[in-house]
Nanobody
């Protein structure tokens, strides 16, 4: 499956931003989907994940309560709605797909990755 993330950009602290990820070349509903991020000099960090059906979600400790992941299996899309953004949310955000029924949180379970989209939060 090929993944294309979009929607990144510059936003002021406290503002919202929505990321999208379009999937192609595979059976989208067979994959759990996740969002990860990587800031300069830091390891890639788990942000959010959603199960194949969309019925369950998981969030990283730093994003819980502020970010919402969702998917539309008819459109082969996954979204990350971000709110109350902070400067420390600045990173390249990646969408990824995993062979998992549940909302997988472990990076090593994700076999397919998009190219990343930059999010910059200004204080």
């Amino acid at each position: 499956v090929q993944l294309q993330a979009s929607g990144g950009g510059w936003v002021q602290a406290g503002g919202p931003l929505r990321l999208s990820c379009a999937a192609s070349g595979g059976t989208f509903s067979m994959y759990a989907m996740g969002w990860f991020r990587q800031a300069p000099g830091k390891e890639r960090e788990f942000v959010a994940a959603i199960s194949r059906s969309g019925g369950s979600t998981e969030y990283g400790d730093s994003t819980k309560g502020r970010f919402t992941i969702s998917r539309d299996n008819r459109k082969n899309m996954v979204y990350l709605q971000m709110s109350s953004l902070k400067p420390e949310d600045t990173a390249v955000y990646y969408c990824a797909a995993a062979y998992s029924i549940t909302a997988a949180t472990a990076l090593e379970l994700y076999k397919f990755w998009g190219q990343g989209t930059q999010v910059t939060v200004s204080s």
